[in-house]
């Protein structure tokens, strides 16, 4: 017998800054909700100001995680120590793992218009935090939307919905992640691994999860925590509700981390700090 998974908890993101000044919500990763195992960090940014943009991600280093950057509008260049350079455009995603090190920058590829998307940090376990970096990188063709049900629309990033398996796969977290939009009334359901973390983000309309008493909304700029279960039901409250669903595998290992760089124990940081600054990475 399957299960529904319940809303255990629902917040709102924090404002803050990032890079050069680029200002952004940060949802996950705050005093509120620290992390959510795997994930360690969301970021929501989404302006129309050239001024909040502008500035972007000038070169930083990473170690023992990864960043997965879903842009929804505007262009962002990359570039990293390893030689890697590209852009990212409306609908493209970047799964990054950085691995033993990598130092790369963010850029806007745009002076106006709108610049908008998500960034989520993805733990790595201790057996991989010093592998070497690799991306898995693609295009907005890579994800088409596919109607699960009526008024129903789904971008498959990572795992699978209906028979669609999504372009980005990594087995140590076995993750999903969804781009869903509902017009109003539409449904779905969901199956997640029973024993994976998982979360709703509602970044435009609202949608009501489960069913019953036991329902719960969520409307534009909400973060809803999913509890114990093996499947998750949505629906649409207004016409053109967007959403995103991640779940993943808990590492259930210790976490140390500072700034951009996430490894299990103090001493793991403090020789991340050495390898950086002796140009190891």
Do not use: C
Not at 17 to 46: C, H, N, W, Y
Not at 57 to 70: A, D, N, Q
Not at 141 to 163: D, L, M, Q, Y
């Amino acid at each position: 017998m399957t299960t529904l998974r319940p809303v255990i908890r629902k917040l709102r993101g924090m404002p803050a800054s990032d890079g050069a000044g680029v200002k952004l919500v940060r949802v996950i990763g705050t005093p509120q909700l620290p992390d959510l195992d795997p994930f360690l960090m969301l970021d929501e940014f989404g302006t129309d100001r050239p001024e909040d943009y502008l500035a972007g991600f000038p070169s930083h280093p990473h170690r023992g995680f990864e960043t997965v950057t879903y842009m929804l509008d505007g262009r962002m260049r990359h570039k990293d120590n390893h030689g890697n350079e590209g852009v990212l455009v409306p609908g493209s995603v970047q799964w990054m793992t950085a691995g033993r090190g990598i130092v790369h920058s963010e850029m806007p590829e745009q002076e106006q218009g709108r610049m908008r998307g998500f960034q989520l940090w993805v733990n790595l376990p201790a057996s991989e935090k010093m592998t070497a970096p690799r991306y898995q990188e693609y295009g907005p063709e890579r994800f088409p939307e596919t109607e699960v049900s009526p008024g129903a629309r789904v971008k498959v990033i990572a795992g699978e919905v209906a028979g669609v398996t999504g372009a980005i796969a990594q087995p140590a977290t076995d993750p999903t992640y969804l781009d869903m939009t509902l017009q109003r009334g539409a449904r779905f359901e969901q199956a997640l691994p029973a024993g994976h973390s998982a979360f709703a983000y509602v970044y435009e309309g609202a949608a009501r999860f489960g069913d019953g008493e036991a329902a719960a909304e969520g409307a534009k700029g909400e973060l809803l925590v999913f509890g114990p279960g093996d499947r998750v039901a949505v629906q649409g409250l207004g016409d053109g509700t967007r959403l995103i669903l991640v779940a993943g595998r808990p590492l259930r290992e210790p976490v140390a981390r500072y700034g951009p760089f996430v490894m299990n124990t103090q001493a793991e940081i403090r020789q991340a700090f050495e390898d950086f600054q002796a140009g190891r990475f």
